[in-house]
């Protein structure tokens, strides 16, 4: 298997873990991602439904780089905390 060398990762990015698992809650509960990073995401990437585009390796925080490259595509990771608050990340495609 080939180490994923750039991901395409969309993410949620919200203050407080509790806010962060309701995030979680309502994508069990088959809530669109895109629709709830646009009401509920703090990152301007809200807007775009939480897409962040492709990057590679060392363009994101330590702890979001490394959740993001282990997801495989389409899955979603639970709970990522950073300096910048609490994430719900989704690979959208990897390669």
């Known amino acids: 298997m080939s180490m994923v060398s750039e991901v ?14 309701d995030v979680l ?6 809530k669109s991602f895109a629709a709830l990073a646009q009401e509920r ?8 439904g939480g897409d962040l585009g492709w990057f590679g390796r060392g363009k994101m925080v330590k702890e ?4 993001a490259f282990s ?4 899955e979603t990771s ?4 950073t300096p ?8 959208l495609e990897c390669k």
């Open 64 to 67: 979001f780089e490394s959740v």
């Open 8 to 21: 395409h990762a969309a993410h949620i990015l919200v203050k407080t873990q509790e806010e962060a698992q």
């Open 25 to 30: 809650d309502e994508l069990k509960a088959k």
């Open 71 to 74: 997801l495989n595509k389409g």
């Open 41 to 48: 995401s703090m990152c301007p990437s809200g807007k775009r």
């Open 78 to 81: 639970g709970l990522v905390k």
């Open 84 to 91: 910048f608050g609490w994430h719900v990340i989704r690979c």
